[in-house]
């Protein structure tokens, strides 16, 4: 959810830097899964390119519209009913595998996870590690953060700030070793 945050954030403000910076993480994301899902029906190269790019240039369309809560769901569907479309012009039937798209990134963001995790784990304190992710990950305010934690904001803030600066210094001191 934070890449559909952020974008949510990036059109509110009109900040076309930011919204072409996620848009090309979103595409590096998710290109091989559509990619996929498209070529397991549409046998052609040029063809299966064609409809990814439609994919994603309805996406980047359709996101100035409303708010997309879920990029991979919204892509997967996205593909499916272009390449249907494609599908039906050419009288072929259409399929695709429900398993791959559910487990697709699932292994390399829990290795992802589990590395940074292990990070934090070893730098910073349980309570540090705590608002970080509930800053970051799940996106809350800082302000929500400290009335979960029945802390003052200051007080969230503080300890917000004072463990990315430790983390960071940690981190880089510690790289190459």
Known sequence: MILEKKLERAIKKENSHEIEFLFEEIYDKYYNLISYLISQNVKNNKDVEELVNDTFINFYNNCYIKPINNIKYYLVQSAKNISINFLKKKQ?????????????????????????????????????????????????????IANMINKPYNTVLSIYNRAIKKFKKEVFENVGR
């Open 92 to 144: 072929i039937n259409y399929e695709y595998n429900e398993e791959y798209i559910n487990n697709y990134n699932d292994q390399q963001d829990k290795t992802f996870y589990d590395e940074i995790m292990i990070l934090l784990e070893k730098y910073l304190n349980k309570e540090e590690i705590k608002i970080i992710l509930l800053y970051n990950v799940d996106c809350y305010s800082l302000k929500e």
